[in-house]
């Protein structure tokens, strides 16, 4: 089961199962990804920074 948001203004759930052939919508996501993934990255090499 989901948790509450406490804020639904704020946040929603991602449908991770959500799939899209336009190739405009997979830029996109490959974007966010990418920006996701590089900030893991620096989470991982020193927490307190970021």
């Known amino acids: 089961m ?3 948001i406490k ?5 929603r759930p991602i449908d991770v199962h959500r799939w899209s052939n336009h190739p405009e919508v ?3 996501v490959d974007r966010i990804w990418e920006g996701f993934l590089d900030l893991y990255a620096a989470w991982l ?3 307190e920074t970021t």
């Open 45 to 47: 090499d020193d927490p």
């Open 26 to 28: 997979r830029e996109l």
């Open 2 to 4: 989901v948790n509450q």
């Open 7 to 11: 804020n639904p203004w704020h946040s």
